[in-house]
């Protein structure tokens, strides 16, 4: 089977060229309308980015979307999920108060905003799936009671799942907070012998699961969540990931990503920006410079075509010196595993094509 990917670059001479027109025209290429019924309550997912991010899909993008969708007859409503980790989108209002601060607001978006995962995340449905890691997933009951979806991503680069595309705006961003915490379970940091006892990481941990030891702090794995706040802010670097538990970490991702499309499969679109394409996630308080230069925008219907795809094309290009990449800076080297070389984000690609959440075999149709 191939997957049909429709891509537009960035070069614009003329206002039928913008960036919306471009959007458009990939929507209608894609044939999203077609799988949109009128009366439809449309989930569009975006990822609002965390305060002090500047990387973010800009909430233009969004209000054309929303515009095309009421075009077909629908209900569009921006959404997305509360993170686990205890920044400014850690609980409803003060995501929403972020997404207005970001540009997310009805004057711009055309659309009611809609966590989706209620107030401290625990509005969730949960899906069967009967898979290797999970029989069960949980998702945002908002997402879940909504018949069709759009989700609109920025590809970029993540420390524990060298990108992160449609996919994991699927599986994370769709999933309550119990639903974060049961993928992250097999991923919790590890302490090092560079521990200095300084106590930091005791300060920061929200649930108080870190204490200190004789030679170096403790972590109470049975009240760990991994939201990895204590490996960020640990000034002698002594937090580490536990790599070889980054496999089973992308495998779980993928289960949820495919509890997340299960009830909706053959109505969900699905959008890729590669632009500010950054070493770390819009979860992140900062965005650091581009790896590589601006590059396009994709639509598929198909979430593991579209990932593949825009992987590809972000690995065809050459780095730009100064950035964060330290290898693999010419045209078809690794970008990503020049930035976490410990993480092989192909696993994401290869395990959900496995359990059938679409084909790595794609077409790219320029328009």
């Known amino acids: 089977m191939i997957s049909k990917v ?87 209002v003060n995501h929403l108060e972020t997404a207005i601060r970001h540009g997310f607001d009805f004057a711009v978006v055309g659309a009611p905003i809609v966590i989706a995962d209620g107030l401290r995340g625990n509005n969730h449905q949960e899906i069967n799936i009967n898979k290797k890691h999970f029989k069960k997933v949980k998702i945002a009951g908002d997402i879940e009671e909504a018949p069709s979806m759009i989700l609109l991503s920025h590809f970029k680069g993540h420390p524990m799942c060298g990108f992160a595309g449609s996919l994991k705006n699927l599986a ?53 969540i991994a939201c990895n706040l204590c490996m960020a802010e640990c000034p002698s670097s002594a937090i580490d990931m536990d790599w070889e538990s980054l496999n089973d970490f992308m495998e779980r991702m993928m289960e949820y ?8 499969k053959e109505k969900i679109g699905y959008f890729n920006f590669l632009m500010n394409i950054t070493p770390d996630c819009d979860c992140e308080g900062f965005s650091d410079a581009y790896i590589v230069q601006d590059i396009g925008i994709l639509a598929s219907n198909d979430p593991v075509a579209i990932d593949t795809a825009s992987y590809d094309l972000i690995n065809e290009q050459s780095a730009l010196k100064g950035t964060e990449i330290h290898s693999n800076m010419d045209k078809g080297e690794d970008k990503f595993r020049g930035i976490w070389p410990d993480v092989n984000g192909q696993i994401q690609l290869k395990y959900a094509q496995e359990i059938g959440l679409g084909t790595m075999n794609y077409e790219l149709i320029k328009i």
């Open 172 to 224: 994370m961003g769709c999933s309550s907070s119990d639903g974060k915490i049961e993928q992250h379970e097999c991923s919790k940091p590890i302490i090092t012998k560079n521990c200095i006892l300084c106590g930091t990481c005791t300060k920061v941990c929200p649930l108080k699961a870190i204490s200190l030891g004789d030679e170096t702090a403790i972590i109470d794995f049975e009240l760990c």
């Open 6 to 92: 429709y891509f537009a670059d960035f070069r614009s001479r003329s206002i039928s060229e913008n960036k919306s027109n471009k959007i458009i025209k990939l929507f209608r290429s894609a044939n999203m309308d077609e799988i949109i019924d009128k009366g439809d309550l449309t989930a569009v997912k975006v990822h609002f980015g965390e305060e002090g991010n500047d990387s973010f899909l800009n909430p233009i993008f969004a209000r054309v979307i929303v515009d095309e969708l009421k075009r077909v007859g629908a209900e569009p409503f921006i959404t997305d999920t509360n993170t686990l980790y205890f920044g400014s989108r850690h609980q409803a």
């Open 257 to 264: 990503a495919y509890g997340a499309v299960k009830n909706k």
